[in-house]
T-cell receptor, first 112, second 113 residues
Framework: AQSVTQPDIHITVSEGASLELRCNYS??????LFWYVQSPGQGLQLLLK??????LVQGIKGFEAEFKRSQSSFNLRKPSVHWSDAAEYFC??????????FGRGTSLIVHP | ETGVTQTPRHLVMGMTNKKSLKCEQH?????MYWYKQSAKKPLELMFV???????ENNSVPSRFSPECPNSSHLFLHLHTLQPEDSALYLC????????????FGPGTRLTVL
């Protein structure tokens, strides 16, 4: 069985502050991991993905994520948040199947 | 047009109506998906098609009926829905491999009165 946990339902940060969104997974082998972003009224868009190799992956819009096997985590980071980053963020895992398992999502609120 | 498109973007229907949601992908993908996204609930996978064959049906009520006539088109036929079916319905497509991400349409916002 595989699962994805996003412990934080909501995260509030000030514009210009750094951001870290947490994602923990459960899977018996090396997973394929993804982060997606969903702006209000829109579908999900891929930010970045990890398969193998370098554990720090760069994505679009200045986001990066680090895969830590020992902690079963794949946290998303951004050094300086912009108001336009306010959105819902989803972590997803593909294990033994091409059908991914999604976390519940974390809603990011950005204060001016 | 590129990517994944969904029509209509908004739909209001009564409980006795019959309507259909349409999804089209222009990416050459072989897998297509329907998801339901309700407020304060996780993303729910409803149906999956791979090479036009249904491979997943997550205990979805029969008032939702999918159709996949070819790898580029996916429909969700709706009839006698309930108010709790009001949600954002998202369509996605992918190449059908573990390392391939999904591409999502903008969704259809459905309201059942």
């Amino acid at each position: 069985a595989q699962s994805v946990t996003q412990p934080d339902i909501h995260i509030t940060v000030s514009e210009g502050a750094s951001l870290e969104l947490r994602c923990n997974y459960s899977y018996g082998a090396t997973p394929y991991l993804f982060w997606y972003v969903q702006s209000p009224g829109q579908g999900l868009q891929l930010l970045l993905k990890y398969f193998s190799g370098d554990t720090l992956v760069q994505g679009i819009k200045g986001f990066e994520a680090e895969f830590k096997r020992s902690q079963s985590s794949f946290n998303l980071r951004k050094p300086s948040v912009h108001w336009s980053d306010a959105a819902e963020y989803f972590c997803a895992l593909s294990g033994g199947s091409y059908i991914p398992t999604f976390g519940r999502g974390t809603s990011l609120i950005v204060h001016p | 047009e590129t990517g994944v498109t969904q029509t209509p973007r908004h739909l209001v229907m009564g409980m006795t109506n019959k309507k259909s949601l349409k999804c089209e992908q222009h990416l050459g993908h072989n897998a297509m998906y329907w998801y339901k996204q309700s407020a304060k609930k996780p993303l729910e996978l409803m149906f999956v098609y791979n090479f036009k064959e249904q491979t997943e049906n997550n205990s979805v009520p029969s008032r939702f009926s999918p159709e996949c006539p070819n790898s580029s088109h996916l429909f969700l036929h709706l009839h006698t829905l309930q108010p709790e079916d009001s949600a954002l319905y998202l369509c996605a497509s992918s190449q059908g491999d573990r390392d391939n991400e999904q591409f999502f349409g903008p969704g259809t916002r459905l309201t059942v009165l």
